[in-house]
């Protein structure tokens, strides 16, 4: 097929066993699966999202520097390097940054049904996305841009889990235009921000699909 | 205070290969480091230090290998140093291990990336729940095919671009006895018709997984001029990083990786990196990162990186800035040492060593790596002169 690699001059003597071993079966590998099961200590600001999402209310926080939204919060504004303290409550509906469609399993999740989407979920107000399931959606409608909001859990089944929201599906509102959505929306929200017509502390008013 | 030059002096690596079932991991980083030492024309007396790097720990559940590859790497007694970086440890590796060199802590280091992906599960490794998130992304597939999206959605590239750039590394591969995929009798059709697997990402668009190791000698002025063989002097080094998810965050091009490049000019006078650099060893795991680091390390305009892939600049035969000509990421995936095989091919290519997928003529060649979620950078320029 092609060329031949020579083996390195000082490996290519076969290797010579002692002789009570001669004949032997070779062990070329050994699977030993382990388990480790650890808790979980979520720190300040994944505890009060991860509180408040068990009550149904998804928490941000908002930068001390330019009111950027967080959510998940994570204490921190990693590009600024400061603490984030200030608590942001915003709603269960937003919009498409970007998605995949999958059509490989995962391990550990064999209820997935082939394909499946998974997208990036701007909410209406925050600054990031995270990662949420498409439901209720043909993997040829989805799109970036598209508005969604969340299908929650039955309340006896609602934790302190991300899994509370069972997938986002489409409101059939307007689509966010294409460089509006994710994270090239950031510069307009600021400058809606700055202007005061869409202050950050009132997320709802600062959607971009409203435009 | 001026610096230490730093030169490549050997180059080994192992062949490529889904499971390297014949080699244990120290069998598979003893075969590279001793193809690079008999390249240097060195032994394991002539080397100083050793560094190593691979992927994080849990892909083989092998915690802090390095201390038990040591004997393996003839470092008994002698400085180690492990290097982790995700994906692009095997590019930061080689830059640890420059500036050693340059800073004249050692005088000839070995380093080594490599990785034993048939001993581990990689997709299980990169889809780990988090009580904040839910568990549904697939792997490295999963998180890159949304940021893949977006750039065909800004670039508005026609959307065979991808297919064409998985063709073209899948021939350059035939020509590298190393490389993993010897497809010889793929077509394009055939890559065109491989079933979405993250769509828009291809099965015949992602890169294999693959058991493998590559090792370098680095020498310090001194030694590299005693070398009788051609030697690569490194002439510029960069490495960035930044978060993963932040506002206004272009995950499309990082601005660390724009960064990184333009530190890489500066340090070696370019102005011009598409007229001034010959050849590209570039990291693309998935093929439409060609047109996308291409755009972001300034061989392009933004969106009009697929163009160069259309025209063909980016083939072995008849491109003027031949891309992977090793095969890429795409034809081999030993993980952890999938960016120092791209610095290493860079060496190759300016040493003249390239054998069949040597390029005509290159005097300088620059070698990237990328890791986490496209937010580690390591990149640098070899080249046939001194710095």
């Given amino acids: 097929m092609s060329a031949k690699i020579p083996k390195p001059t000082a490996l290519a003597k076969p290797v010579q066993l002692p002789e009570r071993i001669a004949n032997v079966e070779q062990v070329r590998s050994v699977r030993t699966p382990i388990s480790l099961n650890y808790d979980f200590i979520p720190g300040q600001a994944a505890q009060a999202y ?162 | 205070m001026g610096k230490e030059r730093c030169a490549v002096i050997g180059i080994g690596q192992t062949k490529y290969a889904s499971t390297r079932g014949d080699v244990s991991m120290a069998g598979l980083v003893r075969e590279a480091a001793y193809r690079a030492l008999e390249d240097a024309e060195m032994t394991w007396q002539d080397i100083d230090a050793v560094v190593l790097g691979k992927a994080p720990d849990f892909f083989e559940g092998v915690m802090m290998p390095e201390l038990f590859l040591a004997d393996a790497l003839g470092c008994a007694g002698k400085p180690m140093l492990r290097v982790h970086t995700a994906g692009s440890v095997g590019g930061s590796t080689a830059l640890v291990a420059t500036t050693l060199v340059q800073a004249g802590i050692h005088d000839r280091v070995l380093l080594v990336g490599f990785e034993k992906q048939s001993e581990s599960n990689a997709m299980w490794a990169l889809s780990l729940p988090q009580p904040f998130s839910v568990s549904i992304n697939a792997g490295a597939g999963g998180y890159f095919s949304p940021i893949i999206r977006q750039y065909m959605e800004v670039s508005q590239a026609p959307e065979l671009i991808g297919c064409l750039v998985a063709f073209k590394d899948r021939q350059h591969a035939l020509k590298n006895p190393y490389a993993h995929l010897h497809q010889k009798d793929l077509t394009f059709e055939q890559v065109v018709d491989s079933p979405m697997l993250w769509e828009p990402i291809r099965y015949s668009e992602t890169c294999p997984s693959s058991d493998g190791a590559c090792a370098m000698v680095l020498g310090n002025e001194a030694t590299a001029d005693a070398a009788d063989k051609p030697v690569a002097w490194v002439q510029a080094t960069a490495m960035r990083s930044e978060a993963n998810n932040f506002p206004g965050r272009n995950d499309v091009s990082p601005l660390a990786s724009r960064q990184c490049a333009q530190d890489l000019y500066r340090q070696a006078g370019i102005q011009n990196p598409r007229a001034e650099i010959d050849m590209l060893e570039m990291y693309v795991p998935f093929s439409w990162y060609e047109p996308m680091w291409l755009e972001s390390l300034g061989f392009a305009e933004d969106g009009q990186g697929w163009r160069l892939v259309e025209d063909g600049s980016t083939q072995l035969d008849g491109g003027d800035l031949p891309v992977n000509c090793s095969g890429g990421v795409l034809s081999s995936n030993p993980i952890g040492a999938s960016g120092t095989i791209r610095f290493a091919e860079a060496a190759l290519q300016v040493r003249g060593l390239a054998e069949e997928r040597q390029v005509d003529g290159v005097r300088r060649a620059l070698g990237h790596a990328y890791g986490g979620g496209a937010q580690y950078f390591a990149m640098w320029i070899v080249g046939s002169e001194k710095p």
């Fill in chain 1, 50 to 211: 991860l509180t408040a999402f068990g009550e149904k209310r998804i928490l941000g926080q908002r930068s001390p520097v330019d009111g950027a939204v967080f959510v998940p919060p994570r204490g921190v504004d990693p590009r600024f390097g400061v603490a984030t303290t200030e608590y942001v409550e915003l709603p269960d509906k937003g919009h498409i940054g970007s998605f995949c469609v999958t059509q490989v399993p995962i391990p550990g999740r064999d209820d997935l049904e082939l394909p499946y989407i998974s997208a990036w979920i701007f909410l209406d107000g925050a600054d990031i996305g995270f990662i949420g399931l498409v439901g209720e959606c043909d993997t040829a409608d989805c799109r970036i841009g598209m508005r969604v909001e969340a299908v929650w859990k039955d309340d006896d089944q609602i934790a302190q889990t991300a899994e509370n929201i069972k997938w986002w599906r489409p409101t059939g509102e307007p689509d966010v235009a294409f460089d509006q959505a994710g994270g090239r929306g950031f510069a307009a929200r600021q400058a809606a921000r700055a202007d005061g017509t869409g202050h950050a502390s009132q997320p709802n008013s600062a959607n971009p699909a409203s435009q």
